[in-house]
């Protein structure tokens, strides 16, 4: 196998998985993930309607919708990066396999890659058609995050395969870091998806009480309500505070899980500017995540937190990387 040509394949990939992370948060933030009422096109044509007659199909074919551009080209843009990541997956997957034999048991990881990206067009076409469900929005960018964890791994995996890997005794902690902060971005999907970001305008209270009335049946039922269109939230006061209220509780969680992993890895002298990094993430997620409730969901700020997230994850994916490694490595 060209080994230099599938890293740098994989680490592009991977730069591209981050673009459209970051493509589907403006989406999401700019409330346009029904700026296309169909899928994969939008109001039946490739691109959004324009010109007079795209624009008079589009009324004949959706005529409880308007073309609302500003609207739709977000939606469409990240649909085209989204594609293109997709094939390039699937290019991916098929060098691994060709070339199983020198890439050291990555084939579980390559057929689950392209498995993981098909599910994703499909929570990409569900998002739409059930109306923003927020459980289809959350999983969407739950994949979207695992997907970019995966192909990160592959490419540190393919550049180090020459390695012969172990079991270190912290790894198990690292993995368990890695657990905490996937869910608590399960948390934050949640809460986007939910409109419930901006419930809470003060800091450390949430609408003047450090525990406000709550709502917990209603803020994680999973399933459909009944209705059609999810855009702007349905449900309650008390259960979008109690979602907002649950993340914060996991912010405090993933902090005191991270905080104990990395005094337990400090000892390992060469891991200790990975370990800085991780640290310097992790306060400045939090910092942002403050920010955005005191200055209500501020477009740069909230694309930052969806940012910072990912960088986070990949951090500790790499220090799970690294705990793989002989010992005299770090």
């Known amino acids: 196998m060209k080994n230099l040509l599938t890293h740098k394949l994989t680490f592009g990939t991977a730069c591209l998985a981050l673009v459209v992370i970051l493509l589907g948060a403006w989406t999401r933030l700019s409330d346009a993930g029904l700026g296309c009422p169909d899928w994969p096109g939008c109001y039946g044509h490739l691109t959004v309607p ?3 007659q795209a624009l008079s199909k589009a009324k004949e074919l959706f005529p409880e919708h308007q073309v609302v551009a500003e609207k739709a080209w977000p939606e469409m843009i990240h649909r ?32 689950g890659l392209s498995v993981l990206i ?9 998002t ?48 368990i870091a890695i657990v905490v902060v996937i869910l608590q971005i399960f948390l934050g999907g949640w809460t986007s998806s939910n409109y419930a970001a901006i419930i809470c305008t003060d800091f450390p209270s949430c609408q003047g009480s450090l525990f406000p009335p709550m709502d917990f049946i209603s803020a994680f039922q999973l399933w459909g309500h009944g209705v059609d269109n999810y855009e702007f939230g349905i449900l309650g006061n008390d259960a979008r505070v109690t979602i907002q209220w649950t993340h914060r509780l996991g912010a405090y969680i993933t902090i ?75």
């Open 128 to 175: 739409v058609t059930l109306g923003l469900w927020p459980l289809t929005v959350m999983g969407h960018l739950l994949g979207g995050f695992v997907t970019l964890s995966m192909l990160w791994y592959i490419t540190l995996r393919l550049r180090d395969r020459q390695l012969e890997f172990h079991q270190h005794e912290l790894k198990g902690l690292v993995k």
């Open 50 to 52: 324009q010109s007079e």
């Open 80 to 111: 085209y990066f989204a594609g293109t990541l997709g094939l390039l997956v699937f290019l991916i997957t098929f060098l691994l396999i060709k070339y199983k034999e020198q890439t050291k048991g990555m084939l579980p990881l390559a057929v």
């Open 118 to 126: 098909v599910f994703q067009a499909l929570l990409g076409m569900w």
């Open 256 to 330: 005191a899980v991270i905080g104990f992993m990395l005094m337990k890895v400090w000892q390992y002298k060469r891991l200790r500017n990975l370990l800085k990094i991780i640290a310097g993430l992790l306060t400045l997620q939090v910092i942002l995540g403050i920010s955005n409730v005191l200055f209500s969901i501020p477009m740069a700020i909230a694309l930052a937190h969806n940012g910072i997230a990912v960088m986070l994850l990949l951090s500790l994916v790499t220090l799970f990387h690294y705990m793989s490694l002989p010992k005299e490595r770090f």
